[in-house]
């Protein structure tokens, strides 16, 4: 059981930790580096990058990245043994990306992929079975996954990502309330911008009613976490102005056509969880609240370098990359 002085060696580890990661400026120079992707990998891994194609030592960038940011949350959370399960829950989201990256593979007619950017037992199980998605995701808590999935990735989607959150609400809720901190309420605010964009996302792309959504978003019992994303069927998503009665208006920050632009928004709800993440980590030292903070924070990091790496593989050049990435810490470069 954790004690006080173990919750305080956590929080400064934690603080010490944000204090080098690369958000911010440090993330800003990053971006606006150029030489391609073998000074990238020099700059992120301060070593000489291995002699393999462009496009290989792209995805090994990527699956370097997200393993050390993996590592570096196991070194500070594991010894926390009654916030194991959060743990687990928390990693889970980047066994979901390589599912649903899978999903397209498979609808699409695409070969097994030779690597993924995150290994578990279940990504391990789903490429020994390839392609029979029955064999590839049984006894797995994905199992619900058949051929089925694949008509409609869209749905699929939606309720990986609904059991993600809900898989993380349950281990959250099982953490004593005095040691929980405010991990819940972050968790809340997650579910409800996820739930926001997600109803601005299938009206926008896929037509959809609100009645066509019912049963697509995330809810939880006895919280509210709803109400915000149904109030926008009541608005048109042509013009701005008609969201001016809307409780969350302040996402509307950013906006610059007289439609709204549903990926900006997103990134707007992402700004406002970062600060939600950064205020709550000092404010409450004493409880797991930094363990859940430390995740977002280097799963911020995380998402901004994949984003670079992306880049460099299309070729974008730096100017370009400042009119759509947003910077964690920071304003857009």
Same mark, same amino acid.
């Given at each position: 059981m954790a004690e006080p002085l173990e919750f305080a060696y956590l929080y400064a580890r934690v603080c010490g930790a944000f204090s080098k990661m690369r958000l911010g400026d440090t993330a800003r120079e990053l971006m606006r580096g150029s030489g391609g992707i073998?000074?990238?990998?020099?700059?992120?891994?301060?070593?000489?990058?291995?002699?393999?194609?462009?496009?290989?030592?792209?995805?090994?960038?990527?699956?370097?990245?997200?393993?050390?940011?993996?590592?570096?949350?196991?070194?500070l959370a594991k010894p926390f043994s009654e916030s194991s399960e959060l743990i687990h829950a928390l990693i889970s989201k980047y066994e979901i990306s390589v599912i649903k990256s899978m999903l397209f593979r498979l609808r699409s007619g695409e070969p097994k992929p030779e690597q993924t950017s995150f290994s578990s037992r279940v990504i391990d199980q789903a490429l020994a079975e390839w392609p029979r998605i029955d064999d590839m995701f049984r006894k797995t808590p994905y199992a619900w996954l058949s051929a089925q999935s694949l008509e409609n990735l869209a749905v699929a989607?939606?309720?990986?990502?609904?059991?993600?959150?809900?898989?993380?609400?349950?281990?959250?809720?099982?953490?004593?309330?005095?040691?929980?901190? $405010?991990?819940?309420?972050?968790i809340r605010w997650e579910i409800i911008y996820q739930n926001v964009?997600?109803?601005?996302?299938?009206?926008?792309?896929?037509?959809? $009613?609100k009645q066509d959504a019912a049963g697509m978003f995330v809810e939880v019992k006895s919280v509210d976490t709803t109400t915000l994303a149904l109030q926008t069927f009541q608005y048109d998503i042509e013009r701005i102005d008609s969201f001016e009665r809307w409780s969350l208006k302040r996402l509307l920050t950013g906006q610059t056509g007289p439609a709204l632009d549903v990926p900006v928004l997103e990134i707007r709800t992402q700004e406002d969880l970062f600060a939600m993440v950064r205020r709550n980590l000092h404010l409450h030292p004493f409880s797991y609240t930094p363990n859940y903070c430390y995740f977002k924070l280097l799963e911020y990091e995380t998402s901004l370098l994949l984003a670079v790496l992306e880049s460099v593989r299309l070729g974008v050049a730096p100017e370009e990359k400042a009119k759509v990435m947003w910077i964690p810490g920071g304003t857009r470069v």
């Open positions: 073998v000074a990238l990998w020099k700059s992120l891994f301060n070593e000489e990058a291995p002699n393999l194609p462009e496009a290989k030592l792209v995805f090994e960038a990527e699956r370097r990245v997200i393993a050390r940011s993996i590592e570096s949350f196991l070194r989607e939606n309720r990986l990502d609904r059991q993600y959150y809900m898989s993380l609400w349950s281990s959250a809720h099982k953490i004593d309330q005095q040691k929980v901190g $405010t991990i819940l309420d972050l964009v997600w109803a601005l996302r299938i009206r926008r792309y896929y037509g959809m $009613t």
